[in-house]
C-alpha cells in the first residue's frame, strides 16, 4: 500500500481513504488543468492556500506539477508533503499567515488559484486583490456547483440536523456570481466551464453529516489517495474514463450545471 514512502512518513493509525467520488473529481480536474496549461502556456503555479475539502488537503494542484509546472503551496499541510515527494514533482512552500498580504513577489505566477477557499475567506475582494498581485497572467477560483441536485440535499441534511453549514458563502457556488465579482474587480474573464460532471449527484451530505455530528477535523485525519498511486503508476482504471464521456459531451454551460459538480471561472490579469 504504501511501497516507496519512507516508512517515517507513513500514517499511523487508521488511514482514511478519499471517497470513490473523489477519484472522478480528482481524474476531471487533471483533464482539466492539462487542457488550460497548454492553451494559456502556464508554467508556474501558485495555489492559495492549499488546502482540502472532505479531501485528503494540498494535493489540487498535483495535475499542474504532472504537466510540468513548477508549483507553489501557500500554507500546505506538512503531512500530505509525502504525496508530492512520492510523485517528484516540482513543488515549494510558503508559509503566510496573512493572505492578504503575502509578502510574495508581484506578479510571480502564470496562474494563482484555489480550490473553495474564496468562498470561504472573510475578506473576499482582499484576497483577491493579494491573488491578482501575484499573478501575471490568470487568477482562477473552482468551487462547488449549486445548481447541481446534490447540493439542495447538502444543505437540506445541514438544515435537518441543525447542524450550522460551514462549506463558504453560497453566492460563490454560482458561477455567475464569481463571474460578475470578477469582473467587478477589474479582470477579464476568459473562460467559465463545468468540471467533473459524472452521471450522478453530487454529495448528498450524508457521510458529511457523520463527521460533522463526530466533530471530525478533516485536515487531522491521515489520508491517503488512490490517484497518487494511479499517478505514480501511470494509469488511471478504464471506468473513469468511461464516465469522463459525460464530462466531453459539448453541451451548453447552463445544461451542463444541472449535473456538474464543480464549476470554475478563469479570468486574465490586465
Not at 477579464?188 to 460533522?212: E, F, N
Not at 505514480?232 to 444541472?258: A, C, D, Q, R, V
Request: aromatic share 14%; net charge positive; proline share 7%.
Amino acid at each position: 500500500m504504501y511501497k516507496g514512502r519512507d516508512v517515517s512518513e507513513r500514517p499511523t493509525g487508521q488511514v482514511e481513504w478519499e471517497g470513490k467520488g473523489l477519484d472522478y473529481e480528482r481524474y476531471a480536474m487533471n483533464k482539466l488543468f492539462k487542457r488550460l496549461v497548454r492553451d494559456h502556456s502556464i508554467g508556474n503555479v501558485l495555489e492559495i492556500p492549499a488546502k482540502g475539502e472532505k479531501a485528503m488537503p494540498s494535493l489540487y494542484s498535483l495535475p499542474f506539477g504532472e504537466a510540468g509546472c513548477d508549483v507553489t503551496l501557500v500554507n500546505a499541510e506538512e503531512k500530505s508533503r509525502w504525496a508530492w515527494r512520492e510523485l517528484d514533482f516540482p513543488v515549494s512552500y510558503e508559509t503566510c499567515e496573512d493572505l492578504e498580504r503575502t509578502g510574495l513577489p508581484d506578479a510571480g505566477y502564470d496562474l494563482v488559484w484555489n480550490f473553495m477557499q474564496l468562498s470561504q475567506h472573510e475578506d473576499k475582494p482582499a484576497l483577491l486583490r493579494e491573488m491578482v498581485r501575484l499573478s501575471r497572467g490568470y487568477v482562477m477560483f473552482i468551487a462547488v456547483n449549486r445548481f447541481n441536485p446534490g447540493f439542495f440535499s447538502h444543505r437540506t441534511v445541514h438544515k435537518v440536523f441543525d447542524v450550522p453549514w460551514n462549506h463558504g458563502d453560497i453566492r460563490f457556488m454560482n458561477p455567475y456570481h464569481v463571474r460578475r465579482f470578477f469582473r467587478e474587480q477589474g479582470l477579464t474573464v476568459v473562460r467559465t466551464g463545468a468540471v467533473d460532471t459524472p452521471p450522478y449527484p453530487d454529495s448528498l451530505g450524508i457521510r458529511d453529516m457523520k463527521l460533522h455530528r463526530k466533530n471530525v477535523d478533516l485536515n487531522k485525519i491521515d489520508w491517503d489517495s488512490r490517484t497518487i498511486w494511479w499517478m505514480k503508476n501511470g494509469g488511471y482504471p478504464p471506468k473513469l474514463k468511461f464516465m469522463y464521456f459525460f464530462e466531453w459531451l459539448p453541451l451548453p454551460l447552463p445544461l451542463k450545471l444541472i449535473y456538474a459538480h464543480l464549476y470554475y471561472v478563469l479570468a486574465r490579469v490586465d
